[in-house]
């Protein structure tokens, strides 16, 4: 007698037949699953794996150097003039008016002052307006080709939510959830393109909470703040970076409804 | 058997691709965090301050009104909060009209005028002489509310033309932010400016000006640090014995009232690296008579209450530092090799190794409200300035610089302002170590000192009003 119990022939073709019946189970399993129900797409994302054993490197800001002349420079006039009138020939957006507007009406008032000082005056005023009828341009055009490409996106297939629709939710899975998060990334990266704080304002951790609704061609239809930072002028520059955010990326179809009734909670922190 | 194996492990396989299409599921609302927001400054307009009284019977006032302005200005311009506006776009002549808006105030300036030109706060300001009294009567307007953020009255000689400007720059960030400015206080250092290859003790203004030798040992001394209640300075000197005829680092304590100097620790081997307790009453300090520097804490009359580090044999425990609620020290110490950041209670026990990253990193400093922590960091050839949160997270690098002949320079022995918005240290940027602050991003830094000799240690001072 052997000390140990060694499995007889029989009993091992038993199992080699067990193995043979689960794997041949399996593999049809899976083909089958992956003839007729192919599934969505996996989204491979880079992944980055950071060891922090060095100091960090100096992070450059977007904050002048001290030396910096706080008023726009002249010489930088001329290749403003040109900026601002090669613009609106390709996007066919007309001048503004106030651009003209208003040096007409400050010759009116200021009849009586000396001529140097009416020139200064005109310098300085048409400076202003040149940068801020370039800044409008630049910021309109923008938003029309925008609103172009969220027009055509939408066109045919157009529909109007309002009223109290239910929400189907948006508990969304698989390409529908990258397409949302992708949607929401782009919002969130619009959104920040507008929102700056003056450095006063920063190092005493404020944040605001304000919903916007809008509609599907992201034209913004509402905001409200529903939780202030305490701070007046916090909550204002939070209010007004959101209206200069309007129109925000049209939201995809998913998100029509969700964008146009429940809106979006937008958390506006430092 | 078989059939239930294979059984259960086809439900285990649907159990699996079960949870995968089942999904998470978000909250009703979407949220989205919008943060980074990207930092503009303020645009404020500061036209020049306009005396109220005859040019003729005080001649100076020329003078006076340019070292105000001067003087407010540059604190201004150091917070970074504010880019002032050009005064050639000016659409008001303020000589010709007063320093309140104008409905209320008949001959006021008008709002309108400045809101066009883009300001968002305007500066009002006027000042009289009357012999040598001064009355600086100063308004700061938010344009874009059309309101007024305050206005005062401010009086003394004009000895202290300074000292009210920048009385003035603390009361308009206090009114702005809620923290007061730090424009009142000043910096102990080191310096080899006095000539003769000694280092004696200094002490400035924040902003460089004023600068009174505090000692004349004829020697060279080392890491000075004021007091919290701004009236003592502990340094240490290489002061020669009168008995033996040779040289130790000692502790003094000098008070800056009534010039008068204790020496306070004289064990032997090195005294150095004070740093008064947070209550004023005592002094921490590395001291070396048994052999390795250790940190010790002794009282104000050099009296010794106790040892706060026991390193392993032969490891240094160095530079301590209180946290300002008096509970943590921070210190640095070579105990894992290469000289770390490490924190412990105050008393010693529980220390706790911080900083990981680079080869040598020394100096810790806390910040006011005690969150951060700024030290000097050695990577590969120089020093650089960095900031972390006091467990050592968020490294963030606030300095890195080059020597004109394209060398990297050494910023080192940081130390926080009292208001918490700026770091001090000093750079060989230039050749000689100089003195430099920072704003806390490390995006504007600005040279205090600026001659051609050799800064060492600053310590920052409270507000000294």
Do not use: C
């Given at each position: 007698?052997s000390?140990?119990?060694?499995?007889?022939?029989?009993?091992?073709r038993?199992?080699?037949?067990?193995?043979?019946?689960?794997?041949?189970?399996?593999?049809?399993f899976?083909?089958?699953?992956?003839?007729?129900?192919?599934?969505?797409a996996?989204n491979?994302?880079?992944?980055?794996?950071?060891d922090?054993?060095?100091?960090?490197?100096?992070?450059?800001?977007?904050?002048p150097?001290?030396?910096a002349?706080?008023?726009?420079?002249?010489?930088?006039q001329?290749?403003?003039?040109?900026?601002?009138?090669?613009?609106?020939?390709?996007?066919?957006?007309?001048?503004p008016?106030?651009a003209?507007?208003?040096?007409e009406?400050?010759?009116?008032?200021?009849?009586?002052?000396?001529?140097a000082?009416?020139?200064?005056?005109?310098?300085?005023?048409?400076?202003?307006r040149?940068q801020?009828?370039?800044e409008?341009?630049?910021?309109?055009?923008?938003?029309?080709?925008k609103?172009?490409?969220?027009?055509e996106?939408?066109?045919?297939?157009?529909?109007?939510y309002?009223?109290?629709?239910?929400?189907t939710?948006?508990?969304?899975?698989?390409?529908a959830?990258?397409?949302?998060?992708s949607?929401?990334a782009?919002?969130h990266?619009?959104?920040?393109q507008?929102w700056s704080?003056?450095?006063?304002?920063?190092r005493?951790n404020?944040?605001?909470?304000?919903?916007?609704?809008?509609?599907a061609?992201g034209?913004?239809?509402?905001?409200?703040?529903?939780?202030?930072?305490?701070?007046p002028?916090?909550?204002?520059?939070a209010?007004?970076?959101?209206?200069?955010?309007s129109?925000?990326p049209p939201?995809?179809?998913?998100?029509?409804k969700?964008?146009?009734v429940?809106g979006f909670?937008?958390?506006?922190s430092? | 058997?078989?059939k239930h194996?294979?059984?259960?492990l086809?439900?285990f396989?649907?159990?699996i691709?079960?949870a995968q299409?089942?999904?998470?599921?978000?909250?009703?609302k979407?949220?989205?965090?919008?943060?980074?927001?990207?930092?503009?400054k303020?645009?404020i307009?500061f036209?020049?301050?306009?005396f109220?009284?005859?040019?003729s019977?005080?001649?100076?006032?020329n003078?006076?009104?340019?070292?105000?302005?001067?003087t407010?200005?540059?604190?201004?311009?150091?917070?970074?909060?504010?880019?002032?506006?050009?005064?050639s776009?000016?659409?008001?002549?303020?000589?010709?009209v007063?320093?309140?808006?104008?409905?209320?105030?008949?001959?006021?300036?008008?709002?309108?005028?400045w809101?066009q030109?883009?300001a968002e706060?305007?500066?009002?300001?006027?000042?009289s002489l009357a012999?040598?009294?001064?009355?600086?009567?100063?308004?700061?307007?938010?344009v874009?509310k059309?309101?007024?953020?305050f206005?005062k009255?401010?009086?003394g000689?004009t000895d202290v033309?300074?000292?009210?400007?920048h009385?003035?720059?603390?009361?308009?960030?206090?009114?702005?932010?809620?923290?007061?400015?730090?424009f009142?206080?000043?910096a102990v250092?080191?310096?080899?400016?006095?000539?003769?290859?000694?280092?004696e003790?200094?002490i400035?203004?924040?902003?460089g000006m004023?600068v009174?030798k505090?000692?004349?040992?004829?020697?060279?001394?080392?890491?000075p640090?004021?007091s919290?209640d701004?009236t003592k300075?502990?340094y240490?000197?290489?002061?020669?014995?009168?008995?033996?005829?040779?040289r130790?680092?000692?502790?003094?304590?000098?008070?800056l009232?009534?010039?008068?100097?204790?020496?306070?620790?004289y064990?032997?081997?090195?005294?150095?690296?004070?740093?008064?307790?947070?209550d004023?009453?005592?002094?921490f300090?590395t001291?070396?008579?048994?052999?390795s520097?250790?940190i010790?804490?002794?009282?104000?009359?050099g009296?010794?209450?106790?040892?706060i580090?026991?390193g392993?044999?032969?490891?240094?425990?160095?530079?301590?530092a209180?946290?300002?609620?008096?509970?943590?020290?921070a210190?640095?110490?070579?105990?894992s090799g290469?000289p770390?950041?490490?924190?412990?209670?105050?008393?010693?026990?529980?220390?706790?190794?911080v900083?990981?990253?680079g080869?040598?990193?020394?100096?810790?400093s806390?910040?006011?409200?005690g969150?951060k922590?700024?030290?000097?960091?050695?990577?590969?050839?120089?020093?650089?300035?960095?900031?972390?949160?006091?467990?050592g997270t968020?490294m963030?690098r606030?300095?890195?610089?080059?020597k004109?002949?394209?060398?990297?320079?050494?910023?080192?022995d940081?130390v926080?302002?009292?208001?918490g918005r700026?770091?001090?240290?000093?750079?060989?940027r230039?050749?000689?170590s100089?003195?430099?602050?920072?704003?806390?991003?490390?995006?504007?830094?600005?040279?205090?000192t600026?001659?051609?000799f050799?800064?060492?240690?600053?310590?920052?001072?409270?507000?000294l009003?």
């Amino acid at each position: 007698m052997s000390p140990y119990q060694v499995p007889r022939d029989e009993s091992l073709r038993k199992y080699l037949i067990g193995s043979v019946v689960v794997h041949g189970s399996l593999l049809l399993f899976f083909s089958v699953k992956a003839v007729f129900w192919s599934g969505e797409a996996i989204n491979l994302q880079s992944a980055v794996r950071v060891d922090l054993v060095a100091l960090p490197d100096k992070i450059s800001t977007n904050t002048p150097p001290p030396g910096a002349s706080p008023v726009p420079e002249k010489e930088k006039q001329p290749e403003k003039t040109q900026e601002a009138a090669k613009t609106p020939v390709s996007e066919k957006k007309p001048e503004p008016k106030t651009a003209v507007k208003v040096p007409e009406k400050k010759k009116e008032d200021d009849a009586i002052n000396l001529e140097a000082t009416k020139n200064r005056q005109k310098d300085a005023l048409a400076r202003l307006r040149q940068q801020a009828a370039l800044e409008e341009i630049e910021r309109k055009a923008e938003a029309e080709a925008k609103r172009q490409k969220a027009l055509e996106a939408v066109r045919g297939s157009a529909q109007q939510y309002k009223g109290n629709v239910l929400s189907t939710g948006n508990s969304l899975t698989g390409l529908a959830k990258l397409q949302a998060e992708s949607y929401i990334a782009n919002v969130h990266s619009h959104m920040r393109q507008n929102w700056s704080l003056p450095d006063y304002l920063r190092r005493r951790n404020l944040n605001a909470e304000i919903v916007v609704k809008f509609d599907a061609q992201g034209n913004i239809l509402a905001k409200a703040l529903v939780r202030s930072s305490g701070n007046p002028t916090f909550d204002e520059i939070a209010l007004s970076a959101v209206q200069n955010s309007s129109p925000v990326p049209p939201p995809p179809e998913k998100f029509v409804k969700i964008a146009s009734v429940e809106g979006f909670l937008f958390r506006f922190s430092e | 058997m078989i059939k239930h194996l294979v059984f259960g492990l086809i439900l285990f396989v649907t159990t699996i691709s079960g949870a995968q299409t089942a999904g998470p599921s978000s909250a009703a609302k979407v949220q989205i965090d919008v943060d980074q927001a990207k930092v503009r400054k303020s645009l404020i307009a500061f036209p020049s301050l306009q005396f109220f009284g005859n040019p003729s019977s005080s001649p100076s006032f020329n003078a006076v009104g340019a070292e105000l302005y001067r003087t407010i200005n540059n604190n201004l311009t150091v917070t970074s909060f504010f880019q002032f506006i050009n005064p050639s776009a000016f659409l008001e002549d303020t000589t010709k009209v007063g320093l309140k808006p104008a409905p209320a105030d008949a001959n006021g300036f008008k709002f309108d005028s400045w809101k066009q030109i883009g300001a968002e706060f305007l500066i009002r300001g006027g000042f009289s002489l009357a012999g040598n009294d001064l009355t600086l009567e100063i308004y700061v307007y938010n344009v874009t509310k059309a309101d007024l953020v305050f206005g005062k009255k401010y009086r003394g000689t004009t000895d202290v033309t300074r000292r009210i400007a920048h009385t003035f720059s603390n009361d308009l960030l206090e009114a702005l932010t809620g923290i007061r400015g730090m424009f009142l206080s000043r910096a102990v250092f080191t310096s080899d400016r006095g000539g003769g290859g000694y280092r004696e003790v200094y002490i400035m203004d924040w902003d460089g000006m004023n600068v009174e030798k505090l000692t004349n040992h004829r020697s060279v001394s080392l890491s000075p640090a004021i007091s919290p209640d701004g009236t003592k300075v502990a340094y240490t000197a290489f002061v020669q014995r009168a008995r033996t005829k040779t040289r130790n680092a000692d502790l003094f304590l000098y008070d800056l009232q009534t010039a008068k100097r204790w020496l306070i620790s004289y064990r032997q081997g090195i005294n150095s690296g004070a740093f008064f307790s947070p209550d004023n009453e005592h002094i921490f300090l590395t001291i070396s008579q048994n052999g390795s520097p250790d940190i010790y804490k002794i009282k104000q009359d050099g009296s010794m209450v106790g040892r706060i580090t026991n390193g392993p044999r032969g490891a240094m425990n160095v530079e301590p530092a209180v946290s300002p609620d008096g509970k943590k020290i921070a210190y640095s110490s070579d105990r894992s090799g290469q000289p770390m950041i490490y924190i412990a209670n105050v008393d010693g026990s529980n220390p706790k190794r911080v900083t990981f990253a680079g080869r040598y990193n020394s100096t810790p400093s806390w910040s006011p409200d005690g969150k951060k922590i700024a030290f000097s960091g050695w990577e590969a050839d120089h020093f650089d300035i960095f900031t972390m949160n006091a467990d050592g997270t968020n490294m963030v690098r606030i300095t890195s610089s080059r020597k004109p002949n394209g060398k990297w320079a050494n910023n080192e022995d940081s130390v926080w302002s009292p208001d918490g918005r700026f770091l001090m240290y000093t750079s060989n940027r230039t050749g000689s170590s100089q003195i430099y602050i920072s704003n806390l991003d490390g995006s504007e830094e600005r040279r205090v000192t600026s001659d051609s000799f050799n800064y060492f240690k600053p310590r920052w001072s409270k507000n000294l009003d």
